[in-house]
């Protein structure tokens, strides 16, 4: 009897809008170090991964996928892309009855039941995919799903999902992501510009899994693992695993993708001793502004870390305390102009739309924005996704059409005007970069990259189409009260 062993993974783009953010292009960590696994035990492995491909159309994508010999396709569903990828699926299976579709990720984690359902899957996972990837497979082949935690399936029409259990092992027995699986010329941290010298593509690494913390919008959707127990990988771990990167793929620029880095201070002290001798260049995409001391960022831009980019959310205490968030507007203050001070660049997140937010709110934000003056600012809407504390309150009221936090909002859980909310993001936008405090910061800061970097100067072209276009008025906003 013929026991599948090729399989394809798939990642649909998570913003289809035009003109709206650069979406970031980052190594997709779960579908890599399954990949490797399988890869290892001598699997048929293809990665199809549609947020970086030049040609992301729709009917070609299938095209691909329908010209491969494939057993199981892993599809990555994800809120976001949820209309595309189970339309995709619905129509696969036209040509393909007998493949097995497994879903992972962020919507299958959070409401297996529905993807089986309604959109396509036949098994979904609901924890980490590389936490479950190698007995997966086997108990495919064996036809003994019924022994497996942390998966839901159909038997008979009716959806089994077993019991969650968090996987008990050490991280460091995954095994590096092998960047030969990738195009490694596509993926890029947009927001951060590269030095020139250093390279021609970017590494990503996770130097820690999970998150301790409980903020209410935060679902694996805005992260880069499910399961939220945080475990670290040892320094020796990774010093390999980035002198195996540079020794033979060249690459010399990384970006740390943790869901929340330096959570252990003389962990982190003890890892940048380690990337000193290394002689790379790296930044930081999420951190805590309590999380950063002084000491450390100073040992960090020793050790090769020249930008950092902290979840700020709000300006308004009253809307961090709401959020979850645990944090102090005068602490992420004082924390951005220290990585500012020490030389190094830095990315500011904030969120408008909150429950019950008033104009005064947003007011307070774009002030401490203002006295903070990052480098990059990132403004996204505040929208309660599956998997998030805060869907689970609102969820009655949500539909896939308000997903998504891009752009323009869908759902008002604000106290603002929808007409007011829905110029927030442009407006902060405008307000900021269009002044001559920013162009100060631009030219001390990134100017220096653009002379080098074409990305550099498409960002900029971007980021200036983005805040000058036109106001979308067909587009309904639902009033949703909040709780």
């Given at each position: 009897m013929h026991k599948p062993n090729k399989v394809v993974f798939i990642r649909f783009p998570k913003n289809l809008q035009k003109k709206s953010h650069p979406t970031e292009t980052v190594w997709p960590f779960s579908i890599g170090i399954a990949g490797t696994i399988l890869k290892r035990l001598g699997f048929s492995i293809k990665i199809i991964d549609l947020q970086v491909e030049e040609n992301?159309?729709?009917?070609?994508?299938?095209?691909?996928?329908?010209?491969?010999?494939?057993?199981?396709?892993f599809v990555q569903y994800e809120t976001l892309s949820l209309c595309l990828a189970s339309s995709f699926c619905a129509q696969l299976r036209k040509v393909k009855e007998n493949i097995i579709v497994i879903g992972f990720g962020q919507h299958a984690s959070a409401l297996p039941r529905e993807l089986i359902e309604s959109h396509g899957a036949d098994i979904c996972i609901t924890t980490d995919l590389e936490f479950v990837i190698e007995?997966?497979?086997?108990?495919?082949?064996?036809?003994?799903?019924?022994k497996l935690k942390n998966i839901a399936y159909k038997d008979c029409e009716k959806v089994i999902i077993k019991e969650s259990a968090v996987p008990d092992f050490h991280p460091d027995s995954l095994p590096f992501v092998d960047p030969s699986l990738f195009q490694l010329t596509r993926y890029r941290r947009k927001k951060f510009p590269k030095p020139f010298f250093w390279g021609k593509d970017w590494g990503f690494v996770r130097t820690s899994l999970g998150c301790p913390y409980h903020c209410i919008f935060c679902s694996p959707l805005l992260r880069h693992s499910i399961e939220k127990a945080y475990r670290?990988?040892?320094?020796?771990?990774?010093?390999?695993?980035?002198?195996?990167?540079?020794?033979?793929?060249?690459?010399?620029?990384?970006?740390?993708?943790?869901?929340?880095f330096s959570i252990d201070e003389d962990r982190t002290l003890r890892l940048c001793d380690a990337l000193r001798s290394l002689r790379i260049r790296w930044?930081?995409?999420?951190?805590?502004?309590?999380?950063?001391?002084?000491a450390l960022l100073k040992m960090m831009k020793q050790a090769g870390c020249y930008g950092i980019g902290i979840g700020i959310e709000s300006g308004s205490q009253n809307i961090l305390d709401s959020l979850g968030k645990q944090q102090n507007r005068e602490k992420i203050k004082e924390c951005a102009l220290t990585i500012k001070k020490t030389g190094m660049l830095l990315v500011g997140?904030?969120?408008?739309?909150?429950?019950?937010?008033?104009?005064?709110?947003?007011?307070?934000?774009?002030?401490?924005?203002?006295e903070i003056a990052p480098h990059v600012l990132y403004a996204h809407y505040f929208i309660?996704?599956?998997?998030?504390?805060?869907?689970?309150?609102?969820?009655?009221?949500?539909?896939?059409?308000?997903?998504?936090?891009?752009?323009?909002?869908?759902?008002?859980?604000?106290?603002?005007?929808?007409?007011?909310?829905?110029?927030?993001?442009?407006?902060?936008?405008?307000?900021?970069?269009?002044?001559?405090?920013?162009?100060k910061e631009y030219i001390t800061g990134r100017l220096k990259y653009a002379l080098f970097d074409i990305h550099e100067v498409m960002?900029?072209?971007?980021?200036?189409?983005?805040?000058?276009?036109?106001?979308?008025?067909?587009?309904?906003?639902?009033?949703?009260?909040?709780?």
């Open positions: 992301q159309r729709y009917d070609n994508a299938m095209q691909a996928i329908l010209s491969l010999d494939m057993d199981m396709l007995e997966l497979v086997h108990a495919i082949q064996n036809d003994s799903l019924v670290a990988h040892s320094i020796g771990y990774i010093y390999r695993q980035i002198k195996y990167y540079k020794e033979e793929f060249g690459l010399r620029t990384f970006s740390m993708e943790d869901d929340i930044v930081v995409d999420g951190a805590r502004a309590d999380r950063l001391s002084a997140y904030v969120m408008v739309g909150a429950p019950r937010e008033t104009e005064h709110e947003v007011e307070e934000t774009f002030r401490l924005i203002r309660p996704y599956p998997g998030s504390q805060a869907y689970e309150l609102f969820k009655e009221k949500l539909f896939l059409a308000h997903m998504t936090h891009y752009r323009y909002p869908r759902v008002n859980f604000s106290n603002m005007d929808a007409i007011v909310l829905r110029n927030c993001m442009k407006t902060l936008y405008a307000r900021y970069y269009l002044s001559f405090s920013y162009l960002l900029l072209k971007d980021a200036i189409v983005f805040i000058m276009r036109g106001n979308q008025k067909d587009e309904t906003i639902e009033k949703i009260e909040s709780l």
